[in-house]
Structure formats: C-alpha cells, structure tokens
C-alpha cells in the first residue's frame, strides 16, 4: 500500500481509502506501508514520522513514532517498508 493522508496524534496513525469513499472508507491502524526517507535506515530500526518533511527519520526528538523499519535503505535513503504497530 502507498500511504495516502496521515493523522496526527501522540502514536502515527494512517488513514488509506481502500476503495470509492462514497462506497466504503477504510482505515488502517497496523500494517506495513512504503514511505520515503532521506537517510539510511536499517530493517528493525525503530522509525519516526517527521511532519515538516513528510519523511520517516531514526531521530526520535520531537517526531512523532511510526514503528520499525521493515526493509532498509541505502546511504541516500528513498522509499522503506515501516511497520505500523
């Protein structure tokens, strides 16, 4: 799943339409969701959402957490599997 909108709150929570809204809305509390990264993260590392560059970041000060880091990325980071737990 790509992520889609994000709430926020004291623990990440995503919101993903699984199909036309005027249909069914769905939403998803726990799964593994692609989202992008600009630094290396390594698969287990606990992960945070960083609001003000739309990114997940290994640094835990003032970023809201997200999870564990499910894959891993090279030294420029890019996109990486996140665990929401």
Not at 14 to 31: M, Y
């Amino acid at each position: 799943m790509i992520m889609k909108d994000i709430i926020k709150s004291k623990r990440l929570a995503l919101g993903l339409s699984q199909e036309n809204l005027a249909k069914r809305l769905g939403v998803s509390l726990t799964g593994i969701y692609e989202m992008e990264t600009a630094e290396t993260i390594g698969y287990g590392d606990a992960v945070y959402w960083d609001a003000a560059n739309k990114t997940v970041t290994k640094t835990a000060d003032k970023n809201i957490p997200a999870g564990m880091a499910a894959s891993e990325t090279g030294a420029s980071g890019g996109k990486i599997a996140v665990r929401i737990d």
